[in-house]
């Protein structure tokens, strides 16, 4: 039987730190200390060539349960649906009106903190309720 191995999700984006930040606040994940020697993350961006500077930016479940953050700057905008996402799994075990109560709930605090709601996939008797949104730099995410 093969071994578990741990991942990380990486992200192409605009602006590293600020996509990061709103995914910890999404997921209560916290970024990482500034780099030894340096006392805040400002400070570490300022001793990089301008070139580098916000290149990355990284986050990771306090718990260490769940996998690593990883933010990269590319040059180039979205286009096009995300064909990986992120599930924030705000709804499990719950069904019906409290299920969906409970994602409307956490949708109206994502959208405080800058993300989009798209559209509400209502329960079918088949699948229950989930909330399709986006992020601060508009990549797809679902609350189910």
């Known amino acids: 039987m093969a071994s578990v191995r741990q991942f990380q999700v990486t992200f192409d984006c605009a602006d590293p730190e600020r996509v990061a930040r709103f995914w910890c606040e999404v997921l209560g994940y ?11 993350w400002d400070a570490y961006w300022q001793s990089r060539p ?3 500077r916000g290149a990355w930016f990284a986050c ?14 590319v040059p180039e905008g979205k286009a096009v649906k995300n064909r990986v996402h992120l599930d924030v799994r705000a ?13 409307e709930a956490e949708r109206d ?9 798209d559209y ?17 730099e508009g990549n797809e995410f679902c609350l189910d």
């Not at 069904?95 to 994602?103: K, P």
């Not at 509400?120 to 992020?135: F, H, K, V």
């Open 30 to 40: 916290e970024p990482p200390s500034p780099p030894g020697g340096f006392g805040t």
């Open 50 to 52: 301008e070139e580098k």
């Open 60 to 73: 990771s479940d306090p718990n260490g349960v769940g996998p690593r953050l990883y933010f990269q700057r």
């Open 91 to 103: 709804g499990t075990g719950l069904v019906g009106d409290e299920r969906l109560a409970t994602l």
């Open 109 to 117: 605090r994502l959208v405080a903190l800058g993300a989009t709601y």
């Open 120 to 136: 509400t996939l209502y329960a079918d008797g088949e699948n229950e309720s989930c909330i399709a949104m986006r992020d601060v």
